[in-house]
């Protein structure tokens, strides 16, 4: 069974700097791509930033030149540097991994981690 845990958030004034980590364990062979999504109060599931397993980036428009993600294949593990936080920035982050191979010809698709409270207080 493939699982993915979170770090790093917590409560950080405006301005300020948050690091996001997410670990993927178990057994598997490799995961394509590896994301992170965010959930505000009231509002859907949004896409934050993604990273594929050869390192090409994308970003939601809200993070772009604030936040940057990184991947170490070896460490199976997943960052988001988050910088100049606003309080807009507020909500649960969570990891996902598109699809994780966990023998050939057999993948595992959608995993998520369990959510890392990020606040941003003005």
């Known amino acids: 069974q493939v699982q993915l845990v979170e770090s790093g958030g917590g409560l950080v004034q405006t301005g300020g700097s948050l690091r996001l980590s997410c670990t993927a364990s178990?057994?598997?062979?490799?995961?394509?791509?590896m994301g992170w999504y965010r959930q505000a109060p009231g509002r859907q599931r949004e896409l934050v930033a993604v990273i594929t397993s050869g390192g090409s980036t994308n970003y939601a428009d809200s993070v772009k030149g604030r936040f940057t993600i990184a991947r170490d294949n070896a460490k199976n593990m997943v960052y988001l540097q988050m910088n100049s936080l606003k309080p807009e920035d507020t909500a649960v982050y969570y990891c996902?991994?598109?699809?994780?191979?966990?023998?050939?010809?057999?993948?595992?698709?959608?995993?998520w981690g369990q959510g890392t409270q990020v606040t941003v207080s003005s």
């Open positions: 996902n991994a598109d699809r994780v191979w966990v023998r050939l010809r057999e993948p595992v698709d959608n995993i």
């Open positions: 178990g057994r598997f062979i490799s995961i394509n791509a």
